[in-house]
């Protein structure tokens, strides 16, 4: 099965329904079912910044499944459409006019039992028994 390597705490507020766009600079023509694997690096800033969550952020794992189904442009569009979904979550696309790049929509996104494995860049792929 295919798997996103995403960043902390960006792929927990994914697991936990906070966050329903990822952010990549690479646009993607698949659509359908993937795995959210948590990567090792993490982002001490917004960390701080989603304290109020109180969540718990595992590293180096797979967390959760969703589906990608839509790749959009982040535009002036996209980027007031995000704002009016949540401002806290959507701030790194929204308040960065200069960023250039796609959100990839995902929906019925599943949490699962940690699977400790390693992350790798783009898609990757993963033997998932459920």
């Not at 390597?5 to 960006?10: A, D, L």
Request: aromatic content about 14%.
């Amino acid at each position: 099965m295919k798997v996103l390597t995403i960043k902390q705490p960006f792929a927990t507020l994914i697991a936990e329904g906070f966050k329903e766009y990822e952010f990549r600079t690479w646009k993607t023509k698949y659509r359908g079912e993937f795995l959210i694997h948590a990567g090792k690096s993490v982002d001490k800033k917004a960390m701080k910044q989603f304290e109020q969550y109180h969540l718990e952020y595992p590293i180096g794992c797979i967390i959760a499944k969703a589906n990608l189904t839509e790749c959009i442009i982040i535009d002036e569009k996209a980027r007031s459409m995000l704002q009016q979904k949540n401002p806290l979550v959507y701030s790194h696309a929204v308040n960065d006019i200069y960023w250039d790049g796609y959100g990839f929509k995902l929906e019925n996104v599943e949490k699962i039992e940690p699977i400790p494995v390693n992350g790798k860049l783009s898609f990757w792929e993963y033997d998932y028994k459920n």
